[in-house]
């Protein structure tokens, strides 16, 4: 396993207590209130090249699904992967995507490959981090990056306590002397919806505003869709340690760990920003995908504006 993780720590936590307790240099915060945040300029985030390579050119998405999914569930993540390469107008997912693009020279597209299913939890529902690097070694990993999804009964080391997610690199063997990149994403909807599913569920701190509706009518899932557009990106810009980040290579802010909590114009604590409406089922999104899809995605950091981008 290697010696460091890239977590995607809970949003509400790191978004919300950042501004009254913990300095960040995510969103070049102080301590002030969510206000004070709002109403005064704040320095750029930069996040700095470390001369370490990018992941660039075609590659192939793994999937393990580990526990119990619904095919319909299944259908929204992979539309997601799916709709990364789907050119559509803005704001689309593969619109989101393209910055990844200004990430050094050269695109990232995802290629689907194989799936599999472990709905009958072979390594038990309480999993450690270094479980998750095992799983990963099951999938090919030749120019790819291998994705494992938990179901909502399954609990990871440090899973709703201060990360939703995380990317990693680990080697394909003992033996072996080349790493190759891998994600995981937990369902949080039964055991913290509220920190790895805001703005779809009531946050346990900060301001208490009314959940905003899903766009696929999936709490978990659609946190599920945030958190996965997250460390996808970050393992993209930065997959060994030396790519874009801010801060130590063990806890780094990268491309989108940096914009925690904004998805649309005038976000700040406790507001997503605004986003819009689908008028049909009242849900709010900020990205158009494959099959009709609609999703919400967090904002990315700029590396020619040096500040975090929304789509609307």
Known sequence: ????????????????????????????????????????????????????????????????????FTTPQRAILIDFIQSVNLHMPAPSVSSWWSMTEKYKVGSTTLILGKQTFDDKYSMGKSLQINSLAR?????????????????????????????????????????????????????????????????????PYGPQTKPLVSPNGDVGIDGMIINLATVLADAVTNPYDNGFYQGPASAPLEAVSACTGIYGKGAYPGYPGELLLDKTTGASYNAAGIHGRKYLLPAMWNPKTSACTTLV
């Open 1 to 68: 396993m290697a010696s460091s993780h890239h977590f995607l720590q809970l949003s509400i936590s790191l978004f919300f207590l950042s501004s009254l307790l913990i300095p960040s240099t995510a969103l070049g915060t102080a301590r002030m209130t969510a206000r004070m945040l709002y109403l005064v300029q704040q320095p750029a985030t930069v996040l700095n090249y470390h001369n370490g390579p990018l992941l660039k050119g075609n590659l192939t998405v793994n999937i393990i699904w580990y526990g119990k």
């Open 135 to 203: 799983m990963a070694r099951r999938a090919d990993h030749v120019n790819a990056i291998n994705v494992i999804f938990t179901a909502q009964d399954v609990s990871v080391y440090d899973f709703c306590m201060n990360l939703c997610g995380t990317h990693d690199s680990v080697r394909a063997s003992k033996q072996s002397k080349t790493k190759f990149p891998y994600i995981w994403v937990g369902n949080p909807e039964l055991q913290c919806p509220g920190e790895c599913a805001w703005p779809f569920a009531q946050p």
